[in-house]
C-alpha cells in the first residue's frame, strides 16, 4: 500500500506546485537526484500525472522509489522535503 500527500486545499491537477509552494519542498531534476535525496535523508515525492488526476506519492522506502522510477507513459515530477514532514502529511507510519 502507497502513501500519498492527499491535502484537502489540493487539486486534482497542479500538485507539486501546491506541495512546492506551501511545504517548503524542492523540484529535483531527475531520478538520480531522488536516489541522491533518499540517501541522504530527505523526503522523496513522486507526483504522476495519471492524465485525469496527479497522485502525490510518498517514497517511504528504497523498494517504493524503485517502484515510482520504472519507466513507463506517464510525467512523474520529483519533489524532496524535510522526511518527518513527508511522513506526517502522507500519513505515513513506520
Known amino acids: 500500500m502507497g502513501y500519498y500527500i492527499n491535502d484537502p486545499r ?4 497542479g500538485k507539486a506546485k501546491f506541495i512546492l509552494d506551501n ?6 531534476t531527475s531520478v538520480q537526484e ?12 513522486c ?10 506519492g510518498f517514497c517511504y522506502s528504497e523498494r517504493e522509489l524503485e517502484e515510482f522510477a520504472r519507466p ?3 510525467t512523474k515530477t520529483w519533489l524532496s522535503m524535510d522526511r518527518v514532514k513527508a511522513e506526517k502529511l502522507s500519513g505515513f507510519n513506520q
Do not use: H
Open 10 to 13: 489540493m487539486r486534482a491537477r
Open 23 to 28: 511545504f517548503d519542498a524542492m523540484q529535483l
Open 34 to 45: 531522488a536516489r541522491e535525496a533518499f540517501d541522504s535523508g530527505f523526503g522523496v515525492i
Open 47 to 56: 507526483v504522476i500525472d495519471n492524465l485525469q488526476f496527479e497522485a502525490a
Open 72 to 74: 513507463d507513459t506517464r
